[in-house]
């Protein structure tokens, strides 16, 4: 069995990595961390884990080493960097959900993270966690930066098309909206009961952090650089993202002849679903799962090119983070990439 320690496992992601984990037929949850309440048996203060003995314990590095072969970290951005590196260092697997290796250009972390970053060399050594766009790398990497949630649903949606000859690169126009856990579970005015409910609101217009990790992976499929215009915005569910994104054609293509091209692209792709002409996605329709439901629509009257107007639904709990986290766990392990990841959607 796989020893796991969970980092940070009283937040939205951690106990959602622990409720995935404790039916994963191939680990053993061996630690998990909570400064707050350290001490405390999990069953105590989460109702829904009556199945396990563990309690939290500090975030204490030298302590933890010998309990886990994997260090999965569910740390607010900044406190991961030493995190991972103490653990990197020490020859542990590492999954680190936060933002802290995602860019790869420390310059780049440092202008929209605000905070130095101290491990460079650990930064340029970090595989970006998405499976489907770098699944060999993944397999040998020894840090993985687990990806964004937003960026998640953007790349899956646009990957297929990013191509220079086939998109107006410098078109793309990104619309997400986000359930209230997608800040995490530390108690703020703004996302209390009654400032979410029963309204919505954009936030971060023009400098959301999820905006350079976006074009590196789109610059990086284009093989050119390029910038996106992307506007977050919040709405009153629990968990879920809807993106719908807009990028113009280069040529006049038929939405049958873009439909075969993401199913082309996807076809091996247990997570990634291409929907039938027309169908819209719903954040319900993959609450609690690993999927991605993608939807094309094409605007033919928007000038001399086509607009393609994708829409993609994600879990930002699960595909945008616990999920994606375990599925780069089979991958890094050897074990069917599927394996934990299998219950249906919640629905309701
Ligand atoms: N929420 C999402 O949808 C989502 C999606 C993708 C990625 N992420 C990223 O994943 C990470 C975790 O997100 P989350 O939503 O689970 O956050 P969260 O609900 O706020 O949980 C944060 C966890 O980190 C612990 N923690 C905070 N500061 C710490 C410190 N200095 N040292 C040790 N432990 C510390 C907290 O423990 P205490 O019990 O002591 O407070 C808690 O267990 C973040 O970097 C976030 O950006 C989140």
Known sequence: MLKVAIL?????????????????????????????????PV????????NTDLRFEPLKA???EKKADLFLLCLPH??????????????????????????KSSRVYEKWYKTPHHFKNLLKKAVYGLPELHREKIRKASIVANPGCYPTSVLLGLAP?????????????????SGTSGAGRSPAQPFM??????????????????TPEIEQELSALAGTKLNVIFTPHLVPMDRGILSTIYVRLKNKVSLSAIRSMYRDYYQDEA????????????????????????????DKRSGKGHTLIVVSAIDNLIKGASGAAIQNMNILYGFDETTGLTALPLSL
Request: proline share 2%; with cysteine.
């Open 78 to 103: 900044k406190a991961s960097q030493e995190t991972a590196a103490f653990f990197h260092d020490k020859g542990k697997k590492v999954i680190d959900l936060s933002a802290d290796y995602r860019l």
């Open 193 to 210: 009961f009654c400032e979410v409910d029963e309204s919505i609101k954009a936030y971060g217009i023009a400098v959301h952090r999820h």
């Open 8 to 40: 940070g496992g009283s937040g939205y992601t951690g106990s959602e990595l622990l409720r995935l984990l404790l039916s994963h037929p191939e680990v053993k949850v061996t630690a998990i961390t909570s400064e707050r309440l350290a001490g405390l």
């Open 43 to 50: 069953s105590d203060v989460f109702l829904h884990f009556r």
């Open 161 to 177: 098309v990013m191509k220079k000859e086939f998109i107006d690169s410098d078109s793309i126009i990104i619309d997400s909206k």
């Open 271 to 298: 997570f990634v679903r291409i929907l039938n002409n027309g169908v819209y996605p719903v954040t319900k329709a993959v609450k609690g799962s690993n999927y991605c439901d993608i939807s094309l629509f094409l």
């Open 62 to 64: 030298s302590e933890l």
